[in-house]
């Protein structure tokens, strides 16, 4: 039980990786927070958790709004007295060509994938400076690392998480040493967002392995966990090969 006594949070935790990670922290003994918009997935997602042995509680919020995240976090801190682990989660993807690219498109992906990080970020952080100790996972991706064709607001958005992670990582070492914040970088996962998605079948033919949920949570499980102990504002990059 690797994460005993622990309080996580994750957004976008409705279903896909979000929901995947919240299953392997509850099973390793953490009670987990399960946020998202819609409040009908988030309870169902809690009651498989429970139904399984685990601690799970629903706070439903959109990230990308500062006044709900802030109550949010206050609510946590009420309801619960601490939050040890905070998972940045939630995110989106829309991919076309950059020159029919709405600018809206872009500041929506922006929105969602960067600045929510930055909100859930900055209302939690001051609680995990109070009680010295602390463990944020930004969900970054592979695309991050480098930029996929058709998907050029994305890219840009998680290497922006990136280097957020990297920036904050150092920033607060200074102030606890106790607080690490690292990345992931998934390659494809079968979620609802990969396999929608029009880059499919691109990043299948340059031969992609699709992990699982379940993987994703194991290595946020390690991240969370004491056996990272030596790991701040590095990017774990969870896929089979180097390239696009
Ligand atoms: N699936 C992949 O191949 C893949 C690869 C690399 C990175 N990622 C990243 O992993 C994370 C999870 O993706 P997924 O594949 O599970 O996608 P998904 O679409 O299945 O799940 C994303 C979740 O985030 C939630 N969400 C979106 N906008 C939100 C908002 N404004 N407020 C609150 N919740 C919001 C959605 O409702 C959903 O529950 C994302 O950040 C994504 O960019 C996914």
Request: charged share 25%.
């Amino acid at each position: 039980m690797l994460l005993d006594n622990k309080t996580a949070l994750i957004t976008g935790a409705g279903r896909g990786i979000g929901k995947g990670i919240a299953k392997v922290f509850a099973k390793n003994g953490a009670l987990v927070i399960l946020s998202g918009r819609t409040k009908a997935t988030l309870d169902e997602a809690a009651e498989e958790i429970r139904a399984e042995g685990g601690k799970a509680e629903c706070i439903p919020c959109d990230v990308t709004d500062e006044a709900k995240v802030r109550e949010m976090t206050e609510e946590i801190i009420a309801r619960f007295g601490r939050l040890d682990i905070l998972v940045n989660n939630a995110g989106i993807s829309r991919e076309m060509p950059f020159t029919e690219m709405p600018i809206e498109v872009f500041d929506e992906i922006m929105t969602t994938n960067m600045r929510s990080v930055m909100l859930v970020t900055k209302a939690v952080l001051p609680h995990m400076i109070e009680q010295s100790y602390g463990r944020i996972i930004n969900i970054a991706s592979a695309a991050g690392l480098r930029g996929l064709p058709g998907s050029t607001a994305y890219s840009a958005s998680k290497a922006a998480v990136i280097c957020f992670t990297q920036s904050l990582g150092d920033e607060v070492r200074k102030v606890c040493r106790d607080i690490r914040i690292n990345a992931i970088c998934p390659g494809p996962v079968d979620t609802e967002m990969f396999q929608k998605s029009e880059r499919r079948e691109f990043i299948l033919a340059a031969g992609g392995d699709v992990n699982s949920c379940e993987t994703m949570g194991e290595a946020a499980l390690f991240l969370a966990s004491d056996m990272s102990g030596c790991m701040n504002s590095q990017v774990l990059n969870l896929r089979g090969f180097n390239r696009w």
